[in-house]
């Protein structure tokens, strides 16, 4: 089996922000979490946040790259950014990282 692909979004605001962004992340799992489900490939999904750096990152884990590119066009996921952008949010380019090697504990 090949390595997974790692999926990478990460926002940055500044840390006055932090309520308010780590708010609406908490709110956004209830339209997330069932359309992520629906798509195939997902391995896992994990969202973040730092207070210290100010700085928010989805990582999400697929089993390839057709896969993890279902994320451009998920309607629930670009509402989000939308929520996001309004609060002061700016996100880097999203990234697709081919997997290498990995250890499963």
């Not at 990478?8 to 962004?21: A, K, M, T």
């Not at 999400?60 to 952008?85: C, H, I, Y």
Request: proline share 7%; net charge neutral.
């Amino acid at each position: 089996m090949s390595e997974p692909v790692v999926r990478i979004s990460q926002g940055f605001f500044e840390p006055r922000l932090f309520p308010d962004v780590q708010a609406k992340l908490f709110e956004g799992k209830a339209s997330l979490d069932p359309a992520l489900r629906t798509l195939r490939g997902l391995l896992h999904y994990y969202v973040s946040i730092d207070e210290t750096s100010g700085s928010m990152t989805n990582v999400s884990v697929w089993e390839n790259l057709p896969s993890a590119k279902q994320m451009d066009t998920l309607g629930a996921m670009l509402a989000q950014r939308d929520v996001f952008v309004a609060l002061g949010v700016k996100f880097q380019p999203i990234r697709n990282y081919t997997g290498l090697w990995s250890i499963m504990p």
